[in-house]
């Protein structure tokens, strides 16, 4: 039999930093009042882009926001499963509702950038001014993705059937998902028997697929922390890579017991590379 080719595709926020990057930076730059007076009136995305320019207005500057990022919390036991699966040969890559500077400032600093084949989040970029701007994955200005499971902004699910449908060996392949929010649920939906999800246990994801298990296709085994995200993550690696189908309820927990970055656009649905100076 041939051996699987294993995806491994991280959410990043409360995945695999241990807190939500936007509430990071509303909290740690003093931000949380116009935030919350702001919140009732704006969609999430354009609201963070909006708190950038507030950031900036106070003389923030783009090195201040990144010193605040690198101080968010990343268990080490993530950072440690990140890079044994990397090593294992692994395909890694962020399907995330953050921005691509928040999510690579952080990763950068945790030597865990060049593990990862693609960043697929909210573009962002630094002015000419200095002010972080972020953009929305789909501009939903202009048109619908046409998913009512997912924000306005960005269907995940979109962007997972798109690294199915590029792979080269798609019919080998075999895909993990980690995430915890209500946006990881359609990607989970898009998943593929011999396919595994990993739902962060007491999260809305988890919550959701409690609700109707049998919606989905792939095997789900949750996880509460570190450790146990890789721990699980490292046995499903090495099962999907063998191709077995073998469970050890002793090792496995289930339910029925956030090299080159870029930001993908759900409207085109390929690759685009960004960078952003740093």
């Known amino acids: 039999m041939a051996r699987a080719a294993v995806v491994v595709v991280f959410d990043f926020d409360k995945t695999i ?3 939500d990057s936007d509430d990071w930076v509303v ?7 116009v935030f919350e007076q702001l919140r009732p ?3 999430w995305n354009p609201l963070m882009g909006r708190m950038m320019s507030e950031l900036h207005s106070r003389d923030k500057s783009i090195e201040d926001l990144a010193e605040c990022l690198r101080r968010a919390p990343v268990d080490p036991h993530v950072i440690e499963a990140i890079k044994t699966a990397y090593s294992l040969g692994c395909e890694l890559r962020v399907v995330s509702d953050a921005n691509l ?3 690579e400032t952080i990763l950068k600093h945790h030597g865990l950038l060049e593990c990862f084949s693609e960043i697929n989040t909210n573009p962002s970029y630094a002015d000419e001014e200095g002010r972080l701007r972020i953009l929305p994955c789909h501009d939903f200005t202009i048109s619908s993705h046409g998913c009512s499971l997912c924000p ?27 995430g915890d929010g209500k946006g990881d649920y359609c990607p989970s939906l898009k998943l593929n028997q011999g396919d595994f999800v990993m739902p962060r246990k007491h999260y809305p994801l988890w919550n959701l697929i409690l609700g109707d298990r049998q919606l989905l296709k792939a095997e789900v085994h949750e996880w509460s922390n570190g450790e146990e995200l890789k721990m699980i993550l490292l046995q499903l690696i090495n099962r999907a890579i063998d191709g077995g189908n073998y469970r050890n309820p002793t090792q496995v927990l289930s339910v029925d017991c956030k090299r080159v970055p870029v930001a993908v656009s759900a409207a085109e649905e390929r690759p685009i590379p960004l960078r952003i100076p740093q």
């Open 152 to 178: 306005a902004n960005m269907c995940k699910g979109k962007i997972i059937n798109r690294i199915r449908s590029t792979s080269s060996t798609e019919a080998k392949n075999r895909f993990i998902y980690l």
């Open 17 to 19: 930093i241990d807190c």
């Open 101 to 103: 500077f928040f999510i």
């Open 27 to 33: 909290n740690h730059l003093g931000l949380r009042d």
């Open 41 to 43: 009136t704006m969609q």
